[in-house]
C-alpha cells in the first residue's frame, strides 16, 4: 500500500534547531514534498527533493534518502513565526498523485 | 493578485442543501486538484483533472462531483450536502512542463459547514 508517517507533534524551543522525520512507501516514487501550514491557512511549498542528499534553502533545509524511504526538514535558527504543521507528500509515479502525511504540528516556544 | 483564488472562502448550509465551490488560477497550469482536509486527517484527493477533458476520481469522491469549465476553473459540487462533509476544501494546481516538478500551489481554502 501506500503510507506516508510522520510525527503528529514536536515541540521546540526559539532559536534552536528541529528535525521533523517522514518515512513513505509508494508505488513508484518521482520526488518528496515538503509544505508549511499555518493554522486556518493554506499549504505552501518548502522544498522539493528527488535524488538523494541535502538541500539547502536558508534556513530550511530537506534530506532525502530514496533506498531508507526517508526523509527530514531540518530547520535553524527558529522564530515563532515557524509554529505551524508541516506535511510531508510522496509524489508517486503510477499516477502522479501526491500522497500525503497528516502533518506534524510544530509548536514554539519562548 | 492570487494566483489560486477560492469562492466562497466560508459557507454554512443545511443538509441536503447542493453547494458548489469554485476555483480559478492565472498560473496557466493544466492540472487541478480538490482536497478536503480534516483535524488530524491531512488533505485527501477528492478530484482532479490534468487537462480540460480529463477527469478523475480521488480516494474519496462519492457524494462529490466537479466540473472543468476551463483550463482555469474547476468547481466542485456536493450534490446533497450532509454533515459529515463539514471540512476545510483546497483547490491546487499544477504543473508538469518542462522544468518543472509538478509542485501543486494551493488556493486559500473553503470553510464549509453543513447543519
Known amino acids: 500500500g501506500q503510507n506516508i508517517d510522520q510525527p503528529t507533534e514536536m515541540t521546540a524551543t526559539e532559536g534552536a534547531i528541529v528535525q521533523i522525520n517522514c518515512t513513505y512507501q509508494t508505488s513508484g516514487f518521482n520526488g518528496l514534498f515538503w509544505y508549511q501550514q499555518h493554522a486556518g491557512e493554506a499549504p505552501t511549498f518548502l522544498s522539493y527533493?528527488?535524488l538523494d542528499g541535502l538541500e539547502e534553502k536558508g534556513r530550511f533545509s530537506s534530506f532525502l534518502s530514496r533506498s531508507k524511504g526517508y526523509s527530514y526538514l531540518l530547520l535553524k535558527e527558529l522564530q515563532m513565526k515557524d509554529s505551524a504543521s508541516y506535511l510531508c507528500a510522496a509524489l508517486s509515479d503510477s499516477n502522479y498523485q501526491l500522497i500525503w502525511g497528516a502533518g506534524t504540528k510544530l509548536i514554539i516556544k519562548p | 493578485d492570487a494566483d489560486v483564488t477560492q469562492t466562497p472562502r466560508n459557507r454554512i448550509t443545511k443538509t441536503g442543501k447542493r453547494i458548489m465551490l469554485e476555483c480559478s488560477q492565472t498560473k496557466g497550469h493544466d492540472r487541478m486538484y480538490w482536497y478536503r482536509q480534516d483535524p488530524g486527517l491531512g488533505l485527501r484527493l477528492i478530484y482532479y483533472?490534468?487537462?480540460?477533458?480529463?477527469?478523475n476520481k480521488g480516494e474519496i469522491s462519492d457524494g462529490y462531483s466537479v466540473s472543468r469549465q476551463a483550463q482555469a476553473k474547476f468547481s466542485l459540487s456536493l450534490e446533497s450536502a450532509i454533515p459529515n462533509q463539514t471540512a476545510l476544501y483546497f483547490c491546487a494546481t499544477s504543473d508538469l512542463g518542462r522544468g518543472s516538478t509538478d509542485t501543486q500551489y494551493f488556493g486559500p481554502g473553503t470553510r464549509l459547514t453543513v447543519l
Open positions: 483533472s490534468f487537462d480540460v477533458k480529463d477527469i
Open positions: 527533493n528527488v
